[in-house]
């Protein structure tokens, strides 16, 4: 036990690194049962104390079983070998080995008989060349890897021959499932596994920490490792393809993809080591962001990325695969990265055999289909086939070693044709569709059911002919008439610059469209003009950019409506770094700038805007954490400006600078309004008085009076102070406190005693008394001092309230100066102080969930998600109630979330269900006019859808137009945004709101009957609800 706290010891004082720690421990060897459980207990006591991180212990306690159940399996194999031994007397050594063991080398040439090496140490065992010819010896030969080594080199070269390396492999893939990766663990004395990223179909991601890198003290020492699952695990054709793969992507170093350092093995636990990206990846981007679809301006950055990337990995001979928004990372800069290449085709080339089955499970499917045509009897034979329904899942069968996403695979992956480029295009194409209109071009169905079905490449709105075209192309189900690169796809959505969109047409152009052209043209580069130089002016190098935040919002305001929302949602990064610079100038404490009223205006700025800027949110943080630091920093000089040791003269301008830059930070702050302080200033213009310093207890009185102007002790400290100075003018003695008599003092002082309360009047009484007995050593001095402390005690005894414990711990304090030795007070003191700090444990705790519902909001709002961002405001109010942010910036964002989920349900067809949603949030947040105005054209629209199958009278049709031009006149750019998404949605009929009025109007029935069209009432939902 002594060896390991030494141990443990030397790893706390840095003086061991952690592997070296887990080495020296396993070195060790087994213990006795009772020392490895005290051991054990011991670990567990360090982690739950605090001393070692869980993770360390975790690792620890791992290595010491290992030892222990290692120790054991050798004892018991070195037995069994030598009863093997004596059963069996035929040696299976070669005769030439015989003076090598009569020399004591017996161990290192026996396998049999030397200990047992660990699991983790398979990948780098040669074995004996005498040992009896394996199984797979006719296997297919794989190349042992470089000497050169890359990335991590941990393991795939390290193998000297290819058939040992299969073998080892084999070997690997035949061994029992063992130990299972999970956080904590330490794979190869080295990768310290810290938490899970993700799972997919081959295994799992977790953070990694490499601790070589920690003991070169690199700076960023994290990796990603993909353990891969035991079902992938037990198939070695796929380890030793994988491996290859491995090997050729450890080649592909691009900026657009992540780089993959090595390919391992660590007992029955396969690994692969790769570049750590922190980000997002593209699938969880297009949920949060691009739902709705995306500008192909704004996702051009990330198209390109991808683009560089596959052509990069094809230029090698690589063919990604499976290619998908869950395979892209897109680092917190916007950069995006594509990982997992050619791990999907690894496991296609695991065997021979695997495409076979597969194309046979593929037939039995259909013949099960029996008499079944159309479209169910495909579907249900893709549901049968090997790879799955079409959906956006890996789809992994380790039986006959293949990996694909159906919903992004070609038709001849899926028909287990050899990999090519081409297929790889086909998945690039239906990711940008995602990105540009929140959908799969096939609604996640595989290429073959999509086929079978007739669907066609859907036209993306706000995309050329020509783009249209190249996306198309990219998304052909046969590969012949497939784009068979992505640099040709980019090139095909590349917009084209304005004189190559107008080379054909100007030779034979008239000079009447060249003129009207021109004057298109003009308008056009003069808004766009206007927009890019209002932009260039928010770069603090241009000189003539924006001088204050102000301005820079005024020149917004002067914009359209949804062309300010477009350039803060493209330009956001500049207008973000623009008013990043504007809080530097506002906010510096090194610099000695601490005008928080402007940097908190600046914020103000940002909320209107309704910029999304994880950047400006931790400077808030940051400044709000810097205003505290120095909030407590002038607390502390104010307090030495009341203390008459420090500061002889000018104390109360000193006071008065201290208070004024206070006042500045935080106005309304509890600092400048406490009794504790309200103290401090009694206490200086009594103590100036007393040493007839008049001016300056004049201007404590003034400045106590400007910061407490109600309080009637400073009134009768400045009568007090008149009457000392006319008392000195008359050469008389200055009446004071200690005018009164001992006796009248002890008197005084055991009154206020029966009734302690908090306050000025009580607290001066018993410092006057106090001034009269300081120097008072009779008994009834002390007895009268002793019912002080016995009344505070018994009045503070029953104090729990959390407002009251800081009144009651000032009256302790007053009792423990006249009374420091008393056992009560001091209890008292500790009790209250004990409820104070848990009374501020539960403000932090409140304050943090008023933070995190704030956060909650604007995240819900960014994301136009209503329905969180309602209950995040609800939980706010309830956390809250008071908090400015309810009654400023929130109603606005969430009333935002509610239009901008109306506007998504919309172009999904869903017109009842959007006016619905309006409605809610009217209700909800109180009738705001943009919501109720919304939730009216919501119900005009699903109105006219309804009545456009029907056939109205006269009366009815005009019901509806007199809503449609009231609610125009109401809102025109509300009804314009109507009718755009009205356009974009695949589910309602072209023609927009005037169009389906035209064609109600052409349905419109003649009266019968004689009835008089004058004389039918209009049904209520044609007509506007009076209310």
């Known amino acids: 036990m002594k060896d390991f706290e030494d141990l443990i010891t030397a790893f706390r004082e840095n003086t061991l690194g952690l592997v070296a720690l887990l080495d020296a421990v396993e070195a060790r060897g087994a213990r006795p049962t009772e020392d ?24 620890l306690s791992r290595r010491l079983q290992a030892s222990q159940h290692m120790t054991a399996a050798q004892a018991s ?49 040669v074995q004996p060349t005498a040992a009896r010819a394996s199984p797979y010896d006719d296997a297919t030969v794989v190349k042992p890897a470089s000497r050169h080594q890359t990335g991590t080199g941990t393991g795939t070269g390290t193998g000297s021959d290819s058939s040992r390396n299969q073998a080892s492999w084999r070997r690997i893939a035949e061994a029992e499932a063992g ?43 994290y990796v990603a490792v993909k353990v891969l699952n035991d079902e992938f695990r037990r198939h070695p054709d796929s380890l030793i393809a994988l491996q290859r793969e491995a090997r050729r992507a450890q080649q592909l170093a691009h900026d657009n993809i992540v780089r993959v350092y090595d390919f391992d093995k660590d007992g029955t636990i396969v690994f692969m080591t790769m570049e750590y990206i922190d980000g997002t990846d593209l699938r969880t981007l297009i949920r949060e962001r691009a739902y709705a679809g995306m500008r192909l301006d704004v996702v051009w950055p990330l198209i390109e990325g991808m683009a560089h990337a596959l052509e990069r990995a094809h230029a090698n001979g690589i063919v990604h695969s499976d290619f998908k928004p869950a395979n892209v990372m897109v680092t917190r ?31 039995d499917a259909r013949r099960e289909a029996g008499q079944q045509t159309g479209y169910e009897a495909g579907r249900k034979a893709d549901q049968a086939a090997p790879h799955g329904p079409a959906n956006d899942h890996t789809v992994f069968d380790a039986g006959t070693l293949g990996a694909m996403t159906p919903a992004y695979a070609s038709l001849e992956m899926i028909e287990g044709k050899q990999p090519t480029s081409g297929d790889d295009v086909y998945a690039f194409g239906c990711v940008i569709v995602e990105l540009l209109t929140g959908q799969h071009p096939f609604d996640k169905l595989s290429a073959q059911a999509a086929l079978a079905e007739g669907r066609k490449a859907p036209f993306v709105p706000g995309l050329t002919k020509r783009q249209n075209k190249a996306l198309a192309d990219s998304l052909a189900f046969s590969g012949e008439a497939r784009l068979q690169s992505a640099l040709a796809l980019l090139e ?92 530097d100038e506002y906010w510096n404490p090194a610099a000695g700038r601490l005008d928080y009223a402007a940097a908190q205006h600046v914020f103000q700025l940002r909320e209107r805007l309704e910029l999304f800027s994880t950047a400006l949110d931790a400077r808030r943080k940051q400044i709000d954490d810097q205003r ?67 001016d300056e207890a004049r201007a404590w009185i003034e400045l106590g009076l400007q910061m407490f102007p109600d309080s009637a002790q400073f009134k009768h400290r400045r009568s007090e102070l008149a009457a000392a100075v006319a008392a000195v003018a008359a050469g008389l003695p200055v009446p004071g406190s200690h005018s009164m008599t001992v006796a009248d003092a002890r008197r005084a002082l055991t009154d206020l005693a029966s009734r302690p309360a908090p306050g000025d009047p009580w607290r001066s009484a018993v410092a006057n008394a106090m001034a009269v007995l300081q120097n008072d050593t009779a008994p009834e001095t002390g007895q009268a001092i002793d019912a002080l402390a016995d009344g505070i005690v018994v009045a503070v005894g029953r104090v729990s309230d959390p407002a009251k414990v800081q009144p009651s711990l000032s009256l302790v304090d007053i009792g423990l100066k006249y009374d420091p030795q008393s056992t009560e007070l001091n209890e008292q003191r500790d009790r209250l102080q004990g409820l104070l700090q848990q009374q501020k444990i539960d403000q932090q705790v409140a304050d943090d969930e008023v933070a995190s519902a704030i956060d909650s909001l604007r995240r819900a709002a960014a994301a136009n998600d209503a329905d969180t961002a309602q209950e995040s405001f609800d939980r706010l109010k309830a956390l809250q109630p008071g908090n400015p942010f309810l009654t400023g910036v929130a109603p606005q964002l969430v009333s935002n979330a509610y239009l901008g989920d109306a506007r998504a349900l919309c172009r999904q067809g869903g ?25 009216e054209r919501y119900e005009l629209a699903a109105a006219l859808e309804t009545a456009r199958k029907q056939h109205l009278t006269d009366v009815e049709y005009q019901g509806l137009q007199a809503r449609y031009d009231a609610d125009e006149a109401l809102d025109p750019d509300g009804m314009k945004q109507l009718d755009s998404d009205i356009g974009a949605s695949r589910q309602l009929p072209r023609g927009g709101l005037r169009g389906w009025l035209a064609q109600i109007k052409a349905r419109v029935r003649s009266p019968q009957n004689g009835a008089r069209a004058g004389a039918v009432r209009a049904p209520a939902q044609w007509t506007r609800d009076p209310a």
């Open 911 to 935: 017109l009842t269900d959007a006016a619905n949603l309006a409605s809610q949030g009217a209700k909800a947040l109180g009738a705001l006019p943009e919501l109720s105005n919304a939730a």
């Open 628 to 694: 505290n630091t120095v909030l407590g920093d002038l607390s502390n000089q104010l307090d030495d400006t009341f203390d008459n040791a420090r500061f002889v003269e000018g104390r109360p301008a000193k006071a008065a600078d201290v208070i004024g830059r206070i006042r500045a930070l935080d106005p309304h702050g509890a600092l400048l309004t406490s009794a504790a302080l309200q103290m401090k200033f009694d206490a200086s213009i009594r103590h100036s008085i007393a040493n007839d310093k008049f």
């Open 77 to 125: 194999q070195s037995q069994e070998a030598s009863q093997a031994s004596e059963l069996a007397d035929a040696t299976r050594m070669k005769p030439g080995l015989r003076p090598a063991l009569e020399a004591g080398l017996e161990p290192a040439l026996n396998p049999a008989l030397r200990p047992s090496p660990r699991v983790a140490d398979a990948a780098t065992v």
């Open 179 to 221: 130990v299972h990766a999970s956080v904590g663990m330490l794979l190869k004395g080295r990768f310290l596994l810290e938490r899970e990223l993700g799972r997919g179909g081959m295994g799992v991601v977790y953070l990694a920490r490499d601790e070589r890198k920690v003991e070169a003290r690199d700076r960023d020492p």
């Open 333 to 363: 800069e916007g950069v995006a990265k594509v990982f997992d290449f050619g791990i999907a085709r690894a496991g296609k080339y695991g065997g021979a055999h695997g495409h076979e089955a597969s194309h046979e499970a593929g037939h």
């Open 36 to 59: 490895h459980l005290a051991e054990l207990a011991a670990l567990e006591r360090l982690r739950d104390d605090g001393a070692l991180a869980p993770a360390v212990a975790t690792a």
């Open 492 to 583: 095909g959505l590349r917009r084209r610059r304005l004189h190559e969109r107008l080379a054909p047409y100007v030779a034979g152009a008239a000079v009447l469209v060249l003129l009207a052209v021109g004057g298109w043209l003009l308008h056009g580069f003069a808004r766009q003009r206007h927009a890019d130089d209002l932009m260039a002016r928010f770069s603090i190098s241009d000189p003539r950019h924006f001088s204050n935040e102000d301005q820079a919002a005024q020149a917004l305001n002067g914009l359209g409506n949804e062309q300010r929302r477009r350039i803060v949602l493209e330009q956001g990064d500049v207008i973000q770094n623009y008013l990043l610079a504007r809080l």
